[in-house]
């Protein structure tokens, strides 16, 4: 499947998660170490800019320009609006796209970096607000053959900072507990 589809459809169960959010939910904690729900969102927002703005114009002059505003909802909502809008463009999938201090990949790629957050941080999200989490089947299984790929090192993993270790869980755990472990979340986080 497509991967522009797949991250859609994690779009599309993060904004219902996103969409119960309530100023004073805000300060919540999350998994994310050191980010409550606030700052969680404000990523959110920032990355689904700064991977509209890479995804269209091959690269983005800042990753970190996310403000949530009065409107928390609107603010996310129009973030997700803007990266979606570039998935029409088929030729975005063979461009390339340097994503912050990764590297310059090609837009399927950039996609799939997309895609990982948006499946990590919606699980973030849901567990910061006491919520269930679930996410579209096909989405949790390209996350995690793309988490897969990533270096288990400590010291790669330290280097990006954006990263924790990888949690060690059963080859037999659900897969989205395996993808979240990979990426150094403990399943059983509340």
């Known amino acids: 499947m497509d991967i522009r589809e797949l991250d859609r459809r994690a ?3 993060l904004d219902k998660l996103v969409a119960t959010v309530r100023p004073a939910d ?9 980010w ?15 991977f509209g703005i890479a995804l269209r114009e091959g690269s983005a002059p800042d990753w970190d320009s996310g403000e949530l505003g009065d409107d928390p909802y609107r603010s996310y909502a129009e973030s997700v609006e ?15 796209v340097t994503v912050r201090e990764f590297g310059t990949f ?6 799939g970096m997309h895609l990982v957050d948006s499946v990590a941080h ?16 096909e989405a949790v299984r390209a996350a995690l053959d793309i988490a897969e790929r990533i270096p288990a090192d400590p010291e790669f993993r330290r280097e990006r900072g954006s990263f924790a ?5 059963s080859a037999a755990a659900p897969e989205l507990e395996r993808f979240l472990a ?5 399943p059983g986080w509340s």
């Open 11 to 13: 779009l599309e169960t």
């Open 26 to 34: 805000l300060g919540r904690r999350t998994p994310c170490d050191g």
């Open 36 to 50: 409550d729900l606030g700052d969680l969102l404000r990523h959110q927002v920032s990355e689904n800019r700064g």
């Open 82 to 96: 803007g990266v979606l809008a570039t998935f029409d463009d088929d030729e975005l999938l063979t461009r390339p």
């Open 106 to 111: 090609p837009g399927r790629v950039a996609v």
């Open 122 to 137: 919606g699980w973030d999200i849901a567990r910061g607000l006491c919520l269930p989490y679930d996410p579209d089947p």
């Open 165 to 169: 270790p990888v949690v060690e869980l």
């Open 182 to 186: 990979l990426l150094g979340r403990s």
